[in-house]
């Protein structure tokens, strides 16, 4: 499976750590140069524009899909390949999902978190099989991960819910894990008891 497109949730706040900056620009230029369509939320700050920002200067296309809303309020990127204005978040994060082959997750707040658990409970239900990544920056996601392996041991999830997402911590096993097939599959019967 070759990923053309990755769709990326990522923080919008300009007031965080240097490292996480340093990621996305990082991550930015990786996709870039390996020819990887940035699909993502269409914004020119934080996270969110430093990875459009770094993707654009090495090259890539970047598609931009954000709600009038907030494109009111001067918050779009004026610079991508393609900017698409939507109705609302609901239509955006759909179409996000549809136009990439896979997600990365970086450090983020709500809205990541938003986005992120809504891409794995469509994986969890068998509503896509694409690869989901976690880009464990400095730690980040770390009690993210706690907190699922806590839904496993506490039977709210199954232990094989595990597998429909990958952390990773470098470029190169983030590539690898955006090209590896789902090894996870969607079983009703299992989850609701029947």
């Not at 769709?7 to 919008?12: A, D, E, L, P």
């Not at 658990?117 to 099989?129: A, N, R, S």
């Amino acid at each position: 499976m070759t990923i053309e497109s990755v769709c990326v949730y990522c923080g919008s706040s300009n007031h965080v750590d240097a490292v996480y900056k340093d990621a996305a620009a990082t991550i930015g230029a990786a996709l870039a140069h390996n020819k990887i369509h940035l699909v993502y939320g269409g914004g020119h700050v934080g996270l969110m524009g430093i990875i459009a920002d770094s993707v654009l200067a090495a090259g890539g296309q970047v598609t931009g899909i954000i709600p009038e809303h907030i494109r009111a309020h001067e918050m779009q990127h004026t610079g991508l390949t393609e900017l698409i204005v939507v109705d609302d978040m609901h239509t955006r994060k759909s179409l996000m999902a549809e136009k990439a082959d896979a997600f990365i997750v970086l450090p983020g707040g709500f809205g990541t978190l938003d986005e992120a658990f809504e891409i794995l409970t469509w994986k969890q239900l068998g509503l896509h099989t694409k690869p989901v990544v976690f880009f464990d920056v400095a730690g980040f996601w770390q009690p993210a991960f706690q907190l699922i392996q806590h839904l496993v041991d506490k039977q709210f999830a199954m232990p094989d819910n595990l597998l429909i997402f990958k952390p990773v911590t470098t470029i190169e096993t983030m590539l690898e894990a955006l090209n590896t097939p789902a090894t996870f599959s969607c079983n009703p019967e299992e989850k609701w008891g029947r």
